[in-house]
């Protein structure tokens, strides 16, 4: 007999007896053992549950992906490394050479970048169009547009999408229709009972809420459709690292109470905002003086979510005044964390359009998005309110 150390290791068992862990076990192993071939033949024929390699799947995935399924109406939902991976693994499994994606012309940046720069060279074409107008959306439809691809509530100007116009054309037209839901979040609209055949997440936002974990999902109606989004993300290794899958499970169990705080938060702050005079305007689908709130109004309910944006009145001086005078707001190009963060689209996610592009979307220097958090709502009115003051005087 051996006294190798490793060999208790290898055979462990948790020593459980009766008690059973409350919170899901961190289970990191790359690899899973089976007793004998037949048992991987019963496994890999669906006839018995378990797992082989990681990539291929693993238990804190599975815990993780059930929850979002019950969230956002689905089954098979596939979690994947990131919100990028997430509509990689959703365009490999649906499109071929040949194939045309129409995008919402106010897409996630990286988003846009994948259909503009990197899918052409894959022999497959994109165009966007203002998806807030299902008629204009429809005129930049082509014979052979495959997908369609749009955000509920687009990034930094918050516009809502009319998903109800273009599920119709999709429809229709047999096109797939692919909706990034991150900025809304299952909480106020479930795309899937809207007529979306797919829905995409980056989990790092609202719903995993914490920073700390980078995720992203992905479900599609037919589940054809999911097993071939499954086949795509384990063959091009978009899968998730198990650390990220229980962290994110961790946060996703106080997901609609994190939300629904901050989405209180986001609508006193952006009343609050509203009455600066160092305020040019403000954009909240929860505000009457928002374009599309009735819109938003009949989507999402009365839920209109944690995010935000405003124009300062003033230049990059009075941008640089205001995020200074801020520092207990992040400064920080990201969102959905519990803590509020403060991004400014000209000097982060939209300098590639340049000034030019950005005036013709609205986007001037004055302009910030804000990701409202869960904090004491108050002490945010005084830090913003301090950061308005101090862009008058800049
Ligand atoms: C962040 C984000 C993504 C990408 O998600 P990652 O997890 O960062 O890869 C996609 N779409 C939207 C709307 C996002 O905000």
Redesign the pocket.
């Known amino acids: 007999m051996s006294n190798d150390p490793h060999i208790p290791a290898r055979r462990r068992r948790w020593p459980e007896g009766g008690s059973r862990p409350v919170a899901t076990p961190l289970n990191p192993s790359v690899v899973y053992a089976t007793p004998d071939p037949d048992a991987l033949d019963a496994q890999y024929e669906g006839r018995s549950p378990g797992y082989s390699y990681a990539r291929e799947g693993h238990p804190n995935a599975d815990v993780l992906a059930q929850m979002l399924d019950r969230l956002e109406g689905g089954t098979g939902g596939v979690l994947t490394g990131?919100?990028?991976?997430a509509?990689g693994a959703a365009v490999l499994a649906s499109l071929r050479a040949g194939d045309h994606v129409l995008g919402g012309d106010q897409l996630?940046g990286?988003?846009l970048r994948m259909l503009a720069e990197d899918l052409p060279r894959l022999g497959i074409a994109s165009s966007l169009a203002d998806p807030t107008d299902a008629e204009r959306f429809a005129a930049a439809l082509r014979p052979e547009t495959r997908m369609i691809l749009v955000?509920t509530v687009s990034?930094p100007t918050l516009r809502v999408a009319d998903i109800a116009g273009i599920a119709e054309l999709a429809k229709e037209r047999g096109i797939l229709l692919a909706v990034?839901n991150?900025?809304t979040t299952p909480r106020a609209i479930r795309p899937l009972a809207h007529g979306a055949d797919i829905v995409?997440q980056?989990?790092?936002?609202l719903l995993a809420g914490h920073a700390d974990a980078?995720?992203?999902y992905v479900v599609a109606r037919d589940p054809l459709l999911g097993a071939a989004m499954r086949t795509a993300a384990t063959t091009w290794g978009l899968t998730p690292s198990p650390f990220d899958c229980w962290l994110a499970e961790r946060g996703l169990l106080s997901f609609e109470l994190r939300h629904d705080r901050a989405s209180e938060n986001a609508a006193r702050l952006a009343d609050h905002l509203a009455g600066q005079a160092g305020v040019a305007r403000v954009l909240y689908p929860g505000r009457a003086d928002h374009p599309d709130h009735a819109r938003a109004g009949e989507l999402f309910g009365c839920r209109f979510g944690n995010m935000l944006s405003f124009e300062i009145k003033g230049g990059r001086a009075a941008a640089n005044a205001f995020t200074r005078a801020c520092p207990n707001i992040a400064f920080a190009p990201t969102?959905g964390d519990i803590s509020t963060t403060l991004s400014h689209p000209a000097s982060s996610s939209h300098r590639a359009l340049g000034a030019e592009g950005r005036a013709a979307m609205g986007i001037g220097e004055g302009f910030f998005r804000v990701s409202v958090g869960i904090e004491p709502v108050e002490t945010l009115m005084e830090e913003m309110a301090r950061g308005v003051a101090a862009s008058l005087t800049a």
């Open positions: 990131s919100g990028m991976a509509l996630y990286r988003s955000e990034n990034d991150t900025f995409i980056s989990v790092t936002k980078t995720l992203g969102l």
